[in-house]
């Protein structure tokens, strides 16, 4: 395809630009063969003709396709050119925030002028051990590809770090020894790597300073060589300098500072160590001022001298030395300030008592005469006199300054040479990595000899750099067998002859020198007349005859030849330096001792100083030293040069070009004619066209075939992808010559891919179309069938709407029919009833006024026999309560007689005790009496409303009578009506009657109107009461309300408070957890160091010693280890000579402390053996005393003992009777349910005293039996037969032992009793009851304190009911005082807090008796299965020495249990190393955890241990844990790496632990056990501390498990996680893919997330299989699903490639299949999904749409698990695969960081992938007796004997 065809509208092309260099723009119109002009339209719609070049007719450069812009790889770009370059490291620069970019196999840096949080720890571990195309491009990827080409290829590299002024090449530099320090670590305990880093702040210090550039330019190149082991450790490192700026010691231009030493020196001038120093503010000093700006923004030089002053002392240079040189650093400050004056025109001198040079001779220790002399003069020797010649004013301040540079020279090599002298170390070197820092490509308006030194250097390796370019394409096409030519590219070894050849200018520079009359001027003529015609690289200006040209590699310079000559001499005054060599100052003296007699040839001043090389190789003689520094600073620097070239040639180069993006230091600012620039300068646009002269593009045959595989039709698809890839690229491409086929990749000219991508663009453009097409018929479709539908349902709902309007019209008619004939029919009864009712009123009204009329007359009657009733009354009432009161007065003072004499009794009784207790024993009836009163008041007030309601309704049926009486009026009227002729006879009367009605009509009018007014009273009085009564139920109703309201509050309040403080409290153990077994697991490293180290140390036919793993198990190590250790201490004598010092102390140490402990435990065991032969010494002494006791002596004290048990149980009686009398005294009390518990408790105990006296009584019968059969015996053996037999018994055990043979005897029918008196048997008896009857004292005396305490604590508790009592009066008194109804409430809240303090108290004091009853229980039971056992364990072969019986004996039947099997297994001492390398150290779990049950080494171990644990065996106990202990460390530390061996010792320490906690008595731990299992518990020996050891072995293992899985799953990861594509063909690679380094890429299986699932499940089957914890196995789960999480993310976060809308779906795909497992684990409540969560919502991030304001807010609320800068970093590296989708804008990533601003979180960009959650054991007990264990015998444990 022809390259004009690409030229059609709509093509986007870059055409030159005067601001921005390149501009893009866009064609409106196809380009044809023959147009002279493009028509285009710039971005910002304008449009332009671009005419074309007539001669070369040249088309403008292409635009490469937005999917490919931001490439990680600029080589990878379809068009390479220089617009495609700048265009493509600006928007990575500016739009998404990445400073580093690969350009091929160099790594370009732009200076971001801003911290970045980009070089931590984390990304450090990140890019360790990555290939170095699978991470973005960073300065740690191009240190971690030299480390990787060191390690692989045995061959020295160099990283090359170049870059003009300010472009960050020391910083890169910096970070690029950071990280081989942080990932290869020290060899040795001296901290080199410390130490490199260390050398950074001196040399910035003393090299460095401000410049217009660059706040911290460096004016020196320099040379680092990091030395390695053949481990690859750094030992050591060299530092070479070049170049040295020393003009800057005594000018700077104007923004620019004197190197920062000075200031950071004037800076600390106030402290005390600095006041001899007598310096001040730096604009007190013409050296520190010139530049007026002593003060660099956000840098504090006084805390900058302290970092100098740490990395001096690292280094090992002591405060002498650095006080020595910050006194040098002072002089050069005075010696700037000395004023020269002028005596005339040929002299100058120097006031006397200049008080800056008297400051300066008083430092360097000088006389002021002298230095004042030598300032203003000089010596000129011949060939026969000497003389002395005066200097003027401008040529002695020439000298002083020439001197002031020439000193801090000498004081920057001196520390130079010693900080490599405390970077050497004696360690032999296998190989190092070069780190050259070198300023880069300079040009300005006025070039000298320092521009001129900088191009050469730059001229040589950029020849270095081609020459490798190409040999890495050469080896490329040689690699992929494809056909190459040679490539073209531009060599400037021509320019590099004219410079150093012979007769070039170095040459004639230096011929000039030695001219006695040399000159700029004529050295620049000698140039002219030598390569003006003869070299077409140089050339001459034309406007000037003191200056030439040169055609550089980058661009022309011109260099001006003023200051040549002088600055390549270098010199300064004789005498001036044998006047400093003369010093007293010894370091002064130091720094000339290797000056010789002339510093240069010709003796002439330096004028404005230059930069130099400084020797760092101290010379072998002073003639050699002479002769050196007769070199010029050219020869020099060009042997230096030279050098240098040799070792980065004979090393594997790496290169790193540091860019400036503006000249302003302002923050992601990109300047594009500053960055062309430096482009073309530093060899990056010559890569670029060195690849594109090639074949740029590669690619693996299935990145094409998936990628192209829509322009590829069925029938072209084979199956041999290669086949397929060549057969596709014949049809596609035509020309041949456009692409290469190799082993296994593509290779592509430039522009090859474009097309590509735009036939593939085109084809899914069409496939697009068909499918738009497609959608939309159905749509339309899909909406015409749904109008239909609506049509149709519409019409169905019209019509059913008008057949119920007619129906609901029908149904109104009938209704409105049948409404009219009810109102009609309502009408007329209304008005009925209304007549009705008018008749019954008028009634009404007529029989109410007859009524009244009766009424009243009676009511007047009534009321007179009212008013004499009470007047009466009142008269009687007043009689009587006169009489009443006296009568009372007469009682009262006879009471209060006896009452005083029933005072002073009731005093007298209040004094004694039994008063005092029926007062405290009546006062819980008095309390229930006062609450009776209570609530007999309650009843009064019940009665008193009650008495109301009945005066109501008397008041009601008085209305009644009178009714019934007016009724009965009626009567007696008609009855007068009868009587009508009476009425003429009763006229006068009536007329006297009518008087008087008057008169009691009055009167009765007044009784009414009072009756009316004390009516209105009472009812205003009951209103008011009412009203009254119901504010104070509103009131209570009220209060009730705002205390549930608050006691609610206070709750939640509470649990908001509860859960808060726990969740802080989870969170600290959690943190103190992580910190201790972070704790362990630094001590498990520095124990495995150790152990290395002794193995190290240790001779080949010496044992090594076993390190003891902790400092509790170092107690308990065996005693054969001194003798070890003493054997390991004299090997390491031996070896450790020639090793390190500090190493050597600390071993020999360690050593010391081992041999102290072993020996301090070999005297303890020979203390222990002596108490014990001293208590065996003791006893047979006592048992021979014993042994002339007499019988009647036994009997009196069996009778004492009954005699005691009577007692006792007479004691035990009487408190069962008191006990059971307190409880009937207060049944409600507290306490009753302990009481009963301790009364079985003690009637258990009395049954079991009662069997104890039936045994006892038993053998007294016996024993007396036995005296008889003694008595009639005819022949009685000795008494010393008797002592000679039992002499023969040597301890106690035995003694016990033949008891119990005795009592098997007895058992046997028809004894002999001679047989037994001879053997002395009886005795044996005797003892026996003795045995038996001390067994009994020990428990009655255990009762009798549990008696006194039980005593004791009712004691307390009646003490407190006193307390309590005392209280409950004191309340009460306080309630009497309170209104009715405040005291109600009051008492109830005092009573409830009561009862509660009550229950409270009852369920402690319930819980401590529950205690001490199992305690006792316990104990008891533990005692009769010792008697038991002591009776009936040992039964078989116990027979006495065999002698022969006369006369049978009755044998004595005591009762005792049967023999079963107690879950122990007994083992021989010796047998301890066998147990321990059969169970532990040479088992195969594989077979164990298949054929066997899980955690059967655990139980057997246990079961040992118990057995130890039942003898008494202490010894026995440690040995057998501290040997168990020690073997399992052993065999992890032999096969830490196998999974299976881990997981099955992880499962079986914490089986051991649960069964140290289910068996070690401890009630938290007992209570899901059986009985029988309680029977099983520890009863010796308390092994808590064991348990902590065991704890912490357990997290070891648990450790070295996460470990061994991480490093199993860690490379499946990122290839299963990110890499496979899980969902086909969602996925879609990006067109050039990475170009990748082939020394680069390992050859590694590929894993997918398939390979990762079968890890995890062989995981979790190998764990349940060996019986692991289910909560531990949920711990494991989480740990690794964190890790897969945290990896994954942290490589999505710095891999540009990955972040696509395609790969998120893959992501969450990838992790729906994750929790899949999940749930078929039955997990899912593990926390494991929980440590993915950041992954998640980074997919979904990935997704999401990213454009409006709405979008961001709806990314904010999902993104809660990732930080700021996470979601910032996700966004900037997303990446389009396809045209189709759209990159982030800036404006919307600066409006999710506005919204994130407030955010409270960790800065760290990575996650920790070394974190480790705390783990946890929680208690699981098993419910597997140990009983029933049986031991297999393929264990080989047949030494085992079941107890």
């Known amino acids: 395809m022809a390259a004009s065809e690409l030229y059609t509208k709509c093509a986007r092309v870059w055409i030159p630009d005067v601001e921005e260099v390149w501009k893009s723009a866009e064609l409106t119109k196809d380009y044809k063969n023959g147009d002279t002009s493009l028509q285009l339209m710039l971005e910002d719609g304008t449009n332009l003709e671009h005419t074309l070049d007539p001669k070369t007719r040249n088309l403008p450069y292409l635009r490469n396709p937005d999917i490919l812009v931001g490439e990680n790889d600029l080589t990878a770009l379809s068009y390479l050119h220089e617009p495609a370059v700048l265009h493509n490291l600006k928007v990575r620069f500016i739009d998404s925030k990445l400073i580093y970019t690969y350009c091929g196999i160099v790594l370009v840096a732009i200076n971001p002028y801003e911290t970045l949080p980009i070089y931590g720890t984390d990304i450090i571990n990140a890019y360790s051990g990555q290939n170095m195309g699978d991470m973005d491009p960073h300065i740690f990827a191009v240190a971690e590809e030299a480390y990787k080409q060191m390690a692989r290829d045995e061959r020295n590299q160099s990283i090359i770090v170049s ?343 170095l040459d004639l520079l230096d011929e000039e020198c030695r001219m006695p009359k040399g000159s700029d001027d004529s050295w620049a003529q000698k140039l002219y007349n030598t390569h003006l015609k003869t070299c077409s690289l140089f050339e001459k200006p034309r406007m000037s005859n003191c200056a030439f040209i040169i055609q550089h590699f980058a661009d022309k310079v011109e260099y001006q030849c003023e200051g040549f000559l002088e600055k390549n001499k270098d010199t300064v005054n004789e005498e001036q330096i044998n006047v400093l060599k003369a010093s007293k100052f010894d370091l002064l003296v130091e720094l000339f001792l290797d000056e010789g007699k002339a510093t240069s040839p010709t003796g002439q001043p330096a004028g404005s100083g230059g930069r130099t090389r400084l020797s760092l190789k101290p010379e072998k003689s002073r003639d050699n030293s002479s002769k050196e520094h007769k070199k010029t600073v050219g020869c020099q620097f060009r042997n230096s040069l030279q050098m240098l070239m040799e070792t980065l040639n004979a090393t594997t180069p790496h290169y790193v070009r540091c860019i400036k993006p503006n000249d302003f230091k302002q923050a992601f600012s990109f300047d594009p004619k500053r960055a062309v620039q430096q482009l073309r300068a530093c060899g990056v646009l010559e890569t670029i066209r060195i690849s594109a002269a090639g074949f740029p593009s590669r690619w693996t045959y299935q990145e094409f075939f998936s990628r192209y595989r829509v322009l590829m039709k069925q029938k072209d698809v084979l199956s041999d992808k290669k086949l397929t890839c060549r057969n596709v690229l014949e049809k596609l491409v035509e020309d041949q010559d456009k692409y290469q086929f190799g082993k296994t990749k593509i290779f592509f000219r430039a522009g090859q ?183 007999e008041q309650t009843k009064e007030n019940k009665s008193v409303n009650e008495r109301l309601t009945g005066l109501e309704n008397t008041y009601t049926t008085e209305s009644e009578r009178l009714r019934g009486e007016l009724g009965r009026l009626r009567g007696v009227e008609e009855e007068a009506r009868s009587k009508g002729n009476q009425v003429n006879c009763l006229l006068e009367e009536l007329e006297k009657l009518r008087k008087e009605l008057c008169t009691t009509q009055q009167e009765k009018k007044t009784i009414e109107d009072w009756a009316q007014t004390y009516k209105g009273e009472m009812e205003k009085m009951v209103s008011e009461l009412k009203d009254q009564n119901g504010l104070l139920k509103k009131e209570k109703d009220d209060l009730n309300r705002l205390i549930q309201e608050q006691s609610q509050q206070m709750t939640e309040k509470m649990a908001r408070t509860i859960a808060a403080e726990t969740q802080q409290l989870e969170t600290d153990l959690n943190e103190e957890r992580s910190r201790y077994q972070n704790l362990l697991t630094e001590h498990l490293r520095l124990e495995e160091k150790y152990d290395d180290l002794k193995e190290h140390i240790s001779k080949p036919g010496h044992r090594r010693t076993d390190s003891t793993h902790s400092s509790n198990e170092s107690e308990y190590t065996y005693n054969s280890e001194f003798a070890e250790s003493e054997e390991g201490s004299r090997a390491a004598e031996d070896l450790t000579r020639g090793m390190d010092t500090s190493l050597t102390l600390k071993l020999q140490k360690r050593l010391t402390e081992l041999e102290q402990e072993k020996q301090s435990l070999r005297n303890e065991l020979e203390n222990k053996e002596e108490q014990f032969q001293r208590t065996r010494a003791r006893d047979e002494s006592e048992f021979k005393k014993a042994r002339g006791a007499e019988l009647e002596y036994e009997s009196l004290k069996r009778q004492e003992l009954e005699s005691e048990n009577k007692k006792l149980k007479h ?99 028809a004894p002999d009793f001679q047989k037994l008196n001879e053997d002395g048997e009886l005795w044996l008896v005797n003892q026996g009851l003795k045995e038996t009857i ?234 899901h056990n059986t009985s029988r299992q309680n029977e099983h ?22 450790q070295q498990l996460i470990k061994c899985m991480e490093n199993t799953l860690q490379p499946m990861i990122v290839s299963g996680m990110l890499e496979h594509e899980t969902i086909q063909g969602v996925s879609s690679v990006k067109p050039t893919g ?56 942290n490589n999505l976060l710095l891999r540009k490639d990955m972040c696509s809308w395609s790969k998120g779906m893959q992501i969450r795909y990838n992790v729906s299949q994750l929790e899949e497992w999940l749930r078929d684990k039955s997990l899912m409540n593990c926390g494991a999904k929980e440590t993915l969560e950041p992954l998640i919502q980074a997919a979904q991030l990935l997704q999401v749409k990213k454009k409006t304001d709405e979008d ?77 264990i049986q031991i297999p015998s393929s264990l080989n444990l047949a030494f085992l004997t079941r107890v």
Request: hydrophobic letters at 35%; one cysteine or more; glycine letters at 4%.
């Open 1211 to 1309: 004691d035990l009686a009487e408190m069962r009777k008191s006990l059971l009398g307190g409880a009937a005294a207060s049944s409600g009390a507290p306490g009753s349910p302990a009481y009963k518990v301790l009364l079985d408790q003690l009637n258990s105990s009395c049954e079991e005293l009662e069997v104890r006296k039936e045994e006892v009584l038993i053998l007294r019968s016996q024993l007396v039996s036995q005296k008889e059969a003694m008595q009639h015996k005819e022949t009685m053996t000795e008494v010393a037969v008797h002592v000679e037999d039992i002499s023969k018994l040597k301890d106690a055990d035995e003694l016990k032992q033949a008891y119990i043979g005795l009592k098997d005897t007895n058992r046997s029918a």
């Open 1634 to 1689: 990475l170009r990748k380094r082939t020394s680069s890429i390992a050859d590694e299986g590929t894993y997918t997330l398939d390979s990762i699932l079968r890890q995890l499940n062989a995981f979790h089957s190998t764990m349940c299989q060996h019986g692991t914890d289910p909560e531990l196995i949920k711990q494991v789960v989480k740990q690794q699903f964190y890790v897969i999480g945290a990896v994954t993310l």
């Open 163 to 505: 870059g003009e002024s300010g472009a960050g090449k020391t910083v890169s530099a910096k970070y690029a020894m950071r990280y081989f320090a942080t990932v290869s670590g020290s060899a040795s305990e001296a901290n080199i790597e410390d130490k490199v880093l260390a050398s950074n702040p001196i040399m910035e210090a003393i090299g460095n300073a401000k410049t217009t550039r660059n706040d911290n330019s460096s004016r020196f190149g320099k040379y680092i060589e990091i030395g390695f082991d053949n481990r690859y450790r750094i030992i050591g490192a060299n530092m070479r300098t070049y170049l040295l700026e020393k003009s800057r010691v005594v000018f700077q231009a104007d923004e620019e500072r004197n190197y920062h030493i000075f200031y950071q020196l004037c800076a600390s001038s106030h402290l005390p160590e600095f006041k001899n120093l007598q310096l001040s503010n730096a604009n007190n000093f013409l050296y520190t001022r010139q530049g007026r700006s002593p003060v660099i923004e956000g840098v504090d030089d006084s805390k900058e001298l302290g970092t100098t002053r740490n990395a001096f002392s690292l280094l090992g240079i002591n405060e002498s030395y650095q006080m020595g040189l910050f006194q040098v650093l002072a002089a050069i400050l005075h010696l700037g300030n000395v004023d020269i004056k002028d005596r005339d025109s040929d002299s100058s001198l120097i006031p006397p008592n200049n008080h800056h040079l008297t400051k300066f001779c008083e430092l360097v220790g000088v006389t002021y005469e002298d230095m004042a002399q030598w300032l203003c003069h000089r010596k000129l020797k011949t060939a026969t006199e000497t003389y002395i010649k005066t200097l003027p004013r401008l040529q002695a301040t020439n000298a002083r300054d020439a001197l002031s540079k020439h000193i801090y020279a000498k004081l920057f090599n001196w520390i130079v040479e010693h900080v490599n002298k405390a970077l050497i170390t004696n360690m032999k070197q296998h190989s190092f990595i070069g780190v050259l820092d070198i300023y880069g490509f300079e040009t300005f308006e006025i070039n000298s000899f320092e521009q001129f030194c900088i191009n050469y250097a730059n001229e040589k390796l950029q020849q270095q750099f081609n020459m490798h370019v190409f040999k890495l394409e050469q080896e490329e096409y040689m690699k992929e067998q494809i056909p190459w030519t040679l490539i073209d590219f531009y060599d400037n070894q021509p320019c590099i002859n004219l410079i150093e050849a012979k007769m070039g200018i």
């Open 1334 to 1567: 001390r067994l009994l004292e020990h428990q009655l005396q255990t009762q009798r304190r549990s008696y006194d305490s039980e005593v004791e604590s009712l004691r307390g508790e009646l003490q407190n009911v006193k307390e309590e009592n005392n209280r409950q009066q004191q309340l009460l008194a306080q309630n009497l005082q309170l209104p009715p109804e405040a005291r109600i409430e009051a008492s109830l809240q005092h009573e409830i807090t009561r009862l509660t303090n009550e229950n409270l108290d009852l369920m402690e004091q319930l819980e401590k008796q529950d205690r001490t009853i199992r305690k006792l229980k316990k104990q008891l039971k533990v005692y009769s299965k010792r008697i038991g056992e002591m009776g009936a364990g040992q039964a078989e072969g116990q027979t006495s020495p065999g002698q022969m019986v006369d006369e049978p004996v009755h044998p004595v039947n005591i009762p005792r249990r049967e023999k079963d099997f107690q879950g122990m297994l007994e083992y021989k001492k010796e047998d301890e190393l066998k147990l321990v390398k059969n169970l532990i150290l040479e088992l195969k779990p594989r077979g164990v955890a298949v054929n066997l049950i899980p955690g059967l080494p655990a139980y057997i171990l246990f079961m040992c241990l118990r057995h130890a644990d039942y003898v008494n065996d202490e010894k026995k106990v440690r040995t057998l844990l501290t040997s168990t202990i020690n073997s399992i460390k052993k065999i992890l530390k032999k096969r830490g790496d196998d999974f299976e061996t881990i997981s099955f010792w992880l499962a079986n320490t914490c089986r051991f632990l649960h069964c140290l906690k289910q068996y070690s008595g401890d009630e938290d731990f007992m209570k």
């Open 753 to 935: 891919v474009a097309y590509l991508e735009k036939l593939r663009a085109d084809k899914l453009r069409a496939a697009c179309i068909r499918i738009q097409k497609t959608i939309r018929c159905w749509l339309a479709r899909k909406k015409y069938m749904r109008m239909r539908d609506a049509a149709i349902t519409i019409q169905r709902f019209t019509r059913g709407y008008q057949a119920r309007c007619l129906a609901k019209f029908m149904r109104r008619t009938q209704a409105a029919t049948v409404i009219q004939k009810y109102q009609k029919m309502y009408v007329a009864r209304k008005r009925y009833r209304e007549k009705q009712k008018a008749a019954l009123a008028i009634q009404t009204i007529l029989r109410a006024y007859m009524a009244r009329q009766k009424y009243k007359a009676l009511l007047r009657e009534h009321m007179v026999v009212i008013i004499q009733k009470h007047a009466r009354g009142w008269l009687a009432r007043r009689w009587y309560k006169r009489c009443l009161s006296s009568i009372v007065y007469l009682q009262c003072c006879l009471r209060r007689m006896r009452a005083r004499r029933e005072l002073k009794k009731l005093k007298i009784e209040a004094r004694s005790v039994e008063h005092f207790k029926k007062l405290n024993k009546g006062m819980e009836n008095k309390i229930m009496q006062l609450q009776r009163k209570i609530d």
């Open 1752 to 1828: 961001a807010e709806a990314i904010c609320s999902m993104c809660l698990a990732l930080t700021t800068a996470q979601i910032v970093k996700v966004l900037n590296l997303y990446t389009p695969v396809n045209e189709f989708e759209e990159r982030v804008s800036v404006a919307f990533i600066q409006t999710i960081q506005t919204r994130l601003r407030d955010r409270c979180e960790t800065p760290h960009l990575l996650m920790d992938t070394k974190i480790i959650y705390p783990v946890t054991f929680p208690f699981n007990p098993s419910s597997l007796g140990l009983e029933t």
């Open 1577 to 1598: 518990c520890l009863s010796n020996f308390d092994l808590t501390e064991y348990r902590s050891v065991i704890s912490d072995l357990a997290i070891q293992i648990y």
